[in-house]
């Protein structure tokens, strides 16, 4: 590749890393975060009963409590299951959801807000979500853009695949970090890249088929890849979710029963579908349909269907690492804190070459540690408060900005500072409102990782005021 080429990719490198780069962190962030989304949902509320497993005898009595308690019209009813990765039942509508014990009592409604928040800011950046799901599509495309043009621009890739030189101002050591890191993890970034790019463009695609292939008939384009609902005799009365669920040891003995829903519920239209996990498979899950009497009448296909429609079904898991229990998940973290230091070393890089101008730098280190900070207050806020997260977030964020644009003491090494003490009071907090329940499995698994990085973020702040000095 000629010379030219090369540093035409560097410059378009440079130039969208930089201009993106606020928008692509914070997807980033949220997003290596949110892998951990399910645990964040037990952290949430760690003193709820867990259980292995559930009887079908206990998941009805659990939907026949809730919809003593909630009777309201409603298209769908839910059951997850214990062994939907939340050790845990839940029931619930479109609406409305509670804990149930192992017996099927009704314990108390579930909270998940700031695991909702984390969630929503990775898949839209809080925008509508038609065009938060379009813009953060788009950063997944730009993060693929970034992947090549890197590995184009690079002109040494084989000779300085393990180079990481130190000494001197660093800039080299920053510049190794960032090339290492994006060649190394560079299948991971592009995976997460495309499946990211397809869930906002999903709509597009799906136009776009029909009107090639379809006449414009957006239903043909869906049934091909969404099974379409079994075409049934009117079913009338409760549907017998017991019935249903009993089955599934002898339908699916190998298969792990996520969750069961009740579709078009109290309409002549009304069927039961258990979804149950796949060994060996990347598809989310084969769907296991029954009349509303409990009478198996098929599968919905995801597990044999066509190749499309498998690779469709698999971008979730793909996505959030959530195919392989814990292991897949730490290693989509480690791999998601790779790409996220890629955007912050990118951007460093640039500043240093600009002689790392005084306001764009205290802004960028700001929206990097400040963004930790405002993360964890806002899980501490919602420990006390009941409103809007997404507000109390962003007006960390503002508040964060305001003061790094006002006062020069704001650096580096005060904003890691700053993050660290914020983790560390979110688990103080934690503690003192959760009690013993802050020792249990599902509050541990979370919050050791997190005094690991206040531990962290101490020792680097301390040792950047040391260098400054």
Not at 110 to 126: A, G, I, K, N, P
Not at 237 to 266: N, R, W, Y
């Amino acid at each position: 590749m000629n010379k030219i080429t090369k540093q035409k990719a560097l410059h378009a490198h440079s130039w969208v890393g930089v201009f993106l780069s606020v928008l692509l962190y914070m997807v980033c962030l949220s997003g290596t975060v949110a892998v951990f989304h399910l645990e964040f949902e037990r952290w949430e509320q760690p003193h709820i009963e867990e259980m292995p497993s559930v009887t079908p005898d206990a998941v009805n009595k659990a939907m026949n409590r809730f919809l003593d308690k909630h009777p309201e019209d409603t298209k769908h009813l839910y059951a997850v299951f214990p062994t939907s990765d939340i050790p845990r039942l839940v029931v619930e509508n479109d609406n409305e959801s509670y804990f149930a014990t192992q017996e099927g009592e009704l314990i108390e409604k579930e909270s998940v807000s700031f695991t909702e928040m984390l969630v929503d800011l990775h898949l839209y950046l809080h925008l509508p979500k038609s065009w938060g799901m379009i813009l953060v599509s788009a950063l997944g495309a730009l993060i693929c853009t970034l992947v090549i043009t890197g590995i184009i621009a690079h002109k040494r890739i084989a000779k300085d695949a393990f180079a990481l030189r130190k000494g001197g101002n660093r800039q080299q050591y920053k510049i190794d970090l960032h090339n290492r890191f994006g060649l190394w993890a560079s299948p991971f970034h592009l995976i997460i890249g495309v499946t990211g790019t397809y869930f906002g463009l999903a709509g597009i695609i799906l136009v776009t088929v029909a009107q090639l292939n379809y006449e414009g008939d957006r239903d043909a384009v869906v049934e091909q890849v969404f099974t379409p609902d079994p075409v049934l005799a009117p079913q009338s009365g409760k549907a017998d979710i017991a019935k249903a669920f009993s089955q599934m040891d002898v339908l699916a003995p190998e298969k792990s029963p996520i969750f069961l829903t009740v579709h078009e519920v109290g309409t002549p239209q009304q069927f039961i579908e258990i979804y149950a996990k796949v060994p060996q498979k990347m598809i989310y899950a084969e769907g296991y349909r029954f009349d509303s009497n409990g009478d198996f009448i098929g599968v919905a296909g995801y597990e044999d269907g066509e190749w499309g429609k498998q690779v469709i079904w698999s971008m979730y898991r793909l996505h959030f690492g959530d195919f392989a229990g814990l292991t897949s998940k730490w290693l989509y973290f480690v791999f998601g804190v790779m790409l996220t230091i890629l955007c912050v070393s990118g951007m460093e890089i640039w500043l240093s070459k600009k002689a790392y101008p005084v306001l764009p730098t205290r802004l960028w280190h700001s929206a990097v540690w400040g963004s930790i900070s405002a993360l964890s207050l806002t899980a501490l806020v919602d420990m006390y408060y009941e409103g809007s997260l997404t507000a109390v977030f962003w007006c960390f964020i503002l508040l964060n900005t305001l003061v790094s644009a006002a006062s020069a003491r704001f650096t580096k090494s005060v904003w890691l500072l700053i993050s660290a003490l914020s983790v560390l009071c979110l688990l103080v907090a934690y503690g003192v409102t959760h009690g013993k329940a802050s020792f249990t499995v599902s509050s541990l698994q979370l919050n050791i990782p997190l005094m690991a990085y206040v531990v962290w973020g101490f020792y680097r702040s301390f040792r950047l005021r040391h260098v400054q000095a």
